[in-house]
T-cell receptor, first 113, second 113 residues
Framework: DAGITQSPRYKITETGRQVTLMCHQT?????MFWYRQDLGHGLRLIYY???????DKGEVPDGYVVSRSKTENFPLTLESATRSQTSVYFC????????????FGQGTRLTVV | GENVEQHPSTLSVQEGDSAVIKCTYS??????FPWYKQELGKGPQLIID?????GEKKDQRIAVTLNKTAKHFSLHITETQPEDSAVYFCAARKTDSWGKLQFGAGTQVVVTP
């Protein structure tokens, strides 16, 4: 199916464990983004990517790592999960950076216990 | 960097009435202002957007207005229906920002029959 998909939809992990959230888009959009959503904060940018092998930090990057070896995939890794990383994570993509629409995935609810 | 403030945080309206959500932004270089609707358990979905060279845009029951001088923009929903109940986010973006969106904190809209 065309679109942007995230996996898993729900994840429970323990403090200190490494966990990877997956994001896949079928449009060949150049730009991809990871946001986290927390009550009272809206959506905050974690990392973004302008193309394969081009990534940069957003507003809240600490504790996260990204890679983009292929245009269609943009995985987000929590190297050593902490309780403060309990959140809903959204991946998004857009064709270009300027005034084009950003499309969001359905989100991954991550709980760190 | 850009800062987007959104008010109110919650809005309860009677079915058929109008709803207005207001956002202000800080960076005068921002030139793209989308509004997203997020239903429970889903990712944000674009409902309308406006570019800085336009003062108002309408799409059926929703409209967005932009005042560049005052650096604020508003979402107007007329003849509200129960299916308009959701969280609404405003956002702002600059052309040279690699597509990064700065979001407001969100408004929970509840339409009561």
């Amino acid at each position: 199916d065309a679109g942007i998909t995230q996996s898993p939809r729900y994840k429970i992990t323990e403090t200190g464990r490494q966990v990877t959230l997956m994001c896949h888009q079928t449009w060949s959009h150049s730009y991809m983004f990871w946001y986290r959503q927390d009550l009272g904060h809206g959506l905050r940018l974690i990392y973004y990517s302008a193309a394969a092998d081009i990534t940069d930090k957003g507003e809240v990057p600490d504790g996260y790592v990204v890679s983009r070896s292929k245009t269609e995939n943009f995985p987000l890794t929590l190297e050593s999960a902490t309780r403060s990383q309990t959140s809903v994570y959204f991946c998004a993509s857009s064709e270009a950076g300027g005034v084009t629409e950003a499309f969001f995935g359905q989100g991954t609810r991550l709980t760190v216990v | 960097g850009e800062n987007v403030e959104q008010h109110p945080s919650t809005l309860s309206v009677q079915e058929g009435d109008s709803a207005v959500i207001k956002c202000t932004y800080s960076d005068s270089a921002s030139n793209y202002f989308p509004w997203y609707k997020q239903e429970l358990g889903k990712g944000p979905q674009l409902i309308i957007d406006i570019r800085s060279n336009v003062g108002e845009k309408k799409d059926q029951r929703i409209a967005v207005t932009l005042n560049k001088t005052a650096k604020h923009f508003s979402l107007h929903i007329t003849e509200t229906q129960p299916e308009d109940s959701a969280v609404y986010f405003c956002a702002a973006r600059k052309t040279d920002s690699w597509g990064k969106l700065q979001f407001g904190a969100g408004t929970q809209v509840v339409v009561t029959p």
